[in-house]
């Protein structure tokens, strides 16, 4: 499975950007995950298979919300009221079951990663 994410640029505070996530083929659990400038990469949200259970890191709950097509293939993440610490370049990634996972090492395909930027 090939992950494509896009939907990057660059946004002032406040602003809004939505992330899309697109899989070669069937893809299971789903998560979002991110790495700011000189930091380590995080979780941010993640959704299981069928959609029905989501979860997201304390900082963008209430603002962030990750959701699925399965008949696309496709996940997204729209993200609202941007903040300058949200810069940082978000990867998709898929794991192997039905499940949702904060972990990274939960996830077996990765995609390249699409830069966010939030300007002050």
């Known amino acids: 499975v090939q992950l494509q994410a896009s939907g990057g640029g660059l946004v002032q505070a406040g602003g809004s950007l939505r992330l899309s996530c697109a899989a070669s083929?069937?893809?299971?659990?789903m998560g979002w995950f991110r790495q700011g400038p000189g930091k380590e990469r995080e979780f941010v949200a993640a959704?299981?298979?069928?959609?029905?259970?989501?979860d997201y890191t304390d900082s963008v709950k209430g603002r962030f919300t990750i959701s699925r097509d399965s008949a696309t293939n496709t996940v997204y993440l729209q993200m609202n009221s941007l903040k300058p610490e949200d810069t940082a370049v978000y990867y998709c990634?898929?794991?192997?079951?039905?499940?949702?996972?904060?972990?990274?090492?939960?996830?077996?395909?990765w995609g390249q990663g699409t830069l966010v930027t939030v300007s002050s």
């Open positions: 959704i299981s298979w069928s959609g029905d259970y989501t």
């Open positions: 083929g069937r893809t299971y659990g």
């Open positions: 990634a898929a794991s192997r079951d039905r499940n949702l996972y904060e972990l990274a090492q939960a996830y077996y395909y």
